[in-house]
T-cell receptor, first 112, second 115 residues
Framework: AQSVTQLDSQVPVFEEAPVELRCNYSSSVSVYLFWYVQYPNQGLQLLLKYLSGSTLVKGINGFEAEFNKSQTSFHLRKPSVHISDTAEYFCAVSVNDYKLSFGAGTTVTVRA | DSGVTQTPKHLITATGQRVTLRCSPRSGDLSVYWYQQSLDQGLQFLIQ???????AKGNILERFSAQQFPDLHSELNLSSLELGDSALYFC??????????????FGPGTRLTVL
């Protein structure tokens, strides 16, 4: 079975500073990887996904992630954050059984 | 707005009761998933339906059941409710065009509080 570990539960960051959210996965087969964002009192929204091909994936709102097969990682980055990026971020993995397995989430708090 | 709708937004009920949560998928999506989000368990997959048929089961309790109707909307039934069932329940939908790579679009969730 596959699993996801998000290495940071909380990440405080100043506005306009870069941020990196770390995600490691475990699976015995090839996986698909996703990052979702959950704003307060809302559902989950897809930021980006890795299916195959280029290991650098660009998503919405200036986010990007890099798939590293040897490190079994899929870290999310943004070069300059805004107050509006304050949210909870979830890394998720899927194989051919369709369901998503989520990490515990990382809460990003952006301060002015 | 993902295009997935869930009703009700909030539900408060007592232990031992039964409730039904409803989900309408995005137009054209054939697959519906249910997830539970709680503080202690995080986001957990419960069950998936595809075009009316159960496709996969996750950590769903026997007290919980779901179905998908011919118009593709889905209902999650929770019975003999316990305090620990208090959580946010999400529905997601996807087109299921290519297995696990399909993007799942999430609804806004139903917050269930069991008193």
């Amino acid at each position: 079975a596959q699993s996801v570990t998000q290495l940071d539960s909380q990440v405080p960051v100043f506005e306009e500073a870069p941020v990196e959210l770390r995600c490691n996965y475990s699976s015995s087969v090839s996986v698909y990887l996703f990052w979702y964002v959950q704003y307060p009192n809302q559902g989950l929204q897809l930021l980006l996904k890795y299916l195959s091909g280029s290991t650098l994936v660009k998503g919405i709102n200036g986010f990007e992630a890099e798939f590293n097969k040897s490190q079994t990682s899929f870290h999310l980055r943004k070069p300059s954050v805004h107050i509006s990026d304050t949210a909870e971020y979830f890394c998720a993995v899927s194989v051919n059984d369709y369901k998503l397995s989520f990490g515990a989430g990382t809460t990003v708090t952006v301060r002015a | 707005d993902s295009g997935v709708t869930q009703t009700p937004k909030h539900l408060i009920t007592a232990t031992g009761q039964r409730v039904t949560l409803r989900c309408s998928p995005r137009s054209g999506d054939l697959s519906v998933y249910w997830y539970q989000q709680s503080l202690d368990q995080g986001l957990q997959f419960l069950i998936q339906y595809y075009n009316g048929e159960e496709r996969a089961k996750g950590n769903i309790l026997e007290r919980f059941s779901a179905q998908q109707f011919p118009d593709l909307h889905s209902e999650l039934n929770l019975s003999s409710l316990e305090l620990g069932d208090s959580a946010l329940y999400f529905c997601a939908s996807s087109a299921i065009s290519s297995g696990g790579s399909d993007t799942q679009y999430f609804g806004p969730g139903t917050r269930l509080t069991v008193l």
